[in-house]
């Protein structure tokens, strides 16, 4: 079983689940506590850099997602970018991310200096140098079951989701998608997901019927993949050319196919004539 210890002392009254996860009820009051910390990443937008959810680098497959976000990374030079590469991630949603350390507020670099010198997963610092922040407006708001994609993450690093605001809950499958279980996530809560786990299983926070109040979640990675700013700008614009390209080969085949059925109809319409078939002009 993982050792999972705050300062050196095992985390007290964690309920473990799986084989490296653990869920810790009223976490941030315990070993974090900032009320005002708190109170600034729910309530006050200004105080984050929430980015809105039609921006057009936050769509999803050209959907608006059912939730709010913000990017923070932790680059040692503040001119590279460490980039959490997830399945449908538009590139020029790392023109977005802000370094952790030039932001006016401090209290999630507070957190993230926080785990680093006090939490140890088998003896180890996380190394978390990487923030998502999620807000979900509403019992609309969610996301789908997943499993995280690890590629771009330090090997054998895990993931700390710490929850303000309403009560959600945590639903947890097998990757077939059969509930295995779910947790009530209340404010302070933290989920950490070892990464055995994260392969094994899928998670989520689904839209709920009853109504509820903003929730926000900081999700602290490890992640090892780092781009220079001029790679970085090249893969963008090579991202867009891609996308541009692809939308160029979708609408020609669009307009391939709706000549087609035009021929059709026109090839119909002479068969009828030569058939001596009336044909009402008007319809
Ligand atoms: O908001 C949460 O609690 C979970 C977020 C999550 O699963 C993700 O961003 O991958």
Redesign the pocket.
Known sequence: MTSIHWGGVPIDGGERFGEDSIFVKNFFNKYIGDSRAECEILFNLEAMPYIPRNHPAMAYRGNELT?T?FFFQDSADPDDTLVYK?TGIQWRSTELYVHLRDWKNKNVCDMVDAFNANLSVNGESPGYNHV?G?K?KNERDG?GL?S?KTQSWTPESN?A?L?FGAD?T?TITNLEGKVEQTFE?SCGDL?L?GWKDNMKYK???LAAKEPCGP???L?FRNIEEIWGKEQLTAKIEASDRARDQRAARKAEKKAAAEAEKAAAEVYVYAAQLADGVGVNLFL
């Open positions: 939730r976000k997830y998502i999620t979900y996301i997943h995280d993931v989701i929850s959600r945590f996530l989920f997901l998670h989520g926070i929730r926000v979640s999700c």
